[in-house]
């Protein structure tokens, strides 16, 4: 069996499988969202920085999708690439990934439908050591308990590739998708605040045209924006 490595552990997140569970315990209680009446997220951005950083934002996110265990069998999670550049969207090509928490298959009928498209690709090399998938594993794990995993970093793509990429996933109430994207980087904090708000604004508004100077996961998120307005989605 082919699996993919934790890469980050013990940098980004606790290597400990206790200490990591209890951890993530305590983000998600402290977070406390008020549910979605009824269900739960069809899609979540979340953020992928080193857990003391982004840990606390990513439970909010997270908390919602506690009602969506049992159900959500499948996650389909998009985020772009750090370390190796790639053209349009790599797969693995793993069977499973691993984390201090357990193993996670690789959805293998859902491989199949993705390499179907043109911009679907398999590169191990751009996930060997890529932190924006790997760090929200954890958290999956820890909220919906069992599932299968469509990985994908995200390169050289436009917005509609990968929207096409979603439609071709979507899938029911079993099929989540979580986009990984930090937001602006390397700027002062009330610059920083600046852009973010207008981010957030953008987002909220469905404008899928967003800049990788105002979030490093652009691309997905414009992709899943652009899918949100064709299905009807509500942010």
């Known amino acids: ?58 439970a909010h996110a997270y908390d919602l999708l506690r009602p969506a265990r049992g159900i959500v069998k499948r996650v389909v999670l998009m985020g772009p690439c750090h370390r190796i550049a790639v053209r349009g969207l790599a797969l693995p090509g793993s069977d499973a990934f691993d984390t201090p928490l357990g193993r996670i298959p690789v959805d293998a009928e859902g491989v199949k439908l993705a390499q179907s498209l043109p911009q679907v690709c398999v590169m191990a090399a751009t996930h060997a050591q890529e ?49 990984s994207s930090d937001l602006s980087h390397y700027h002062t904090h009330e610059q920083a605040g600046v852009m973010d708000k207008g981010t957030a604004r953008a987002i909220l508004d469905l404008h899928s045209g967003l800049g990788h100077e105002q979030a490093c996961g652009a691309t997905p998120i414009s992709g899943a924006l652009l899918m949100a307005r064709q299905r009807d989605l509500k942010p």
Not at 37 to 45: A, E, L, M, N, Y
């Open 131 to 179: 932190h924006a998938l790997e760090v929200q594993l954890p958290f999956l794990q820890q909220v919906l308990g069992n599932f299968s995993l469509l990985p994908f970093v995200v390169g050289s793509a436009s917005a509609s590739q990968v929207c096409e990429v979603m439609e071709k996933l979507w899938g029911g109430e079993e099929t989540l998708f979580v986009i």
């Open 1 to 58: 069996m082919n699996v993919r490595l934790p890469a980050v552990a013990g940098m980004f997140y606790p290597r400990e499988p206790a200490i990591l569970a209890r951890e993530i315990a305590d983000y998600l209680d402290q977070a406390d969202e008020d549910r979605l009446s009824p269900g739960f997220p069809k899609i979540v951005i979340v953020p992928h920085a080193g857990y003391i950083y982004s840990g606390a934002v990513a």
